[in-house]
């Protein structure tokens, strides 16, 4: 069996490039799943994943999980224009219907983008309509910014 690895002279798929440097320590990277991860493009699916995995565990309703899937794909969007780096790193932490995500670094100035209700579906107004908490923090060590973004399911058990 044989898989062409290209199509009309193109290639089907891209390599992703070389992984970043680990960053220092940061001490908003602590909870219940804590990744750094590079290249930027794996961001989507392991956020996304790692996510909804945990909002299972703190027992979010359907409705409440399926806005987990759109957060996670803005915040995914938003790093891949605005990371600092080719490494991310992100932490969730969860309790009962409660889901808290910390995820950087950012470029300085880059929250702002988000941090207003855009007038059209963006990364900007899925998080703000989505979100019960939505802070931009600043890393001065890093010299860069830190999303954190808190989900809490408030229907009753």
Do not use: C
């Amino acid at each position: 069996m044989s898989f062409a690895g290209q199509r009309d002279g193109k290639p089907l798929f891209h390599l992703p490039s070389g992984a970043g440097p680990d960053d220092q320590d940061a001490d908003w990277l602590s909870g219940d799943a804590v990744v750094s991860l590079s290249p930027i493009s794996l961001l989507a699916g392991v956020l996304g994943r790692v996510a909804r995995a945990l909002a299972a565990r703190a027992r979010f309703s359907l409705d409440r999980f399926s806005d987990v899937y759109l957060v996670t794909d803005a915040i995914a969007a938003h790093a891949g224009r605005a990371a600092k780096g080719q490494r991310m790193s992100f932490a969730i932490s969860t309790d009962a219907q409660r889901l808290e995500l910390n995820i950087g670094p950012f470029v300085v100035g880059s929250g702002s983008q988000l941090s207003h209700q855009a007038p059209d579906y963006s990364a900007a107004s899925a998080l703000t309509m989505l979100s019960d908490e939505l802070d931009i923090r600043s890393d001065a060590e890093a010299e860069a910014e830190v999303l954190h973004v808190v989900m809490v399911d408030r229907r009753r058990n």
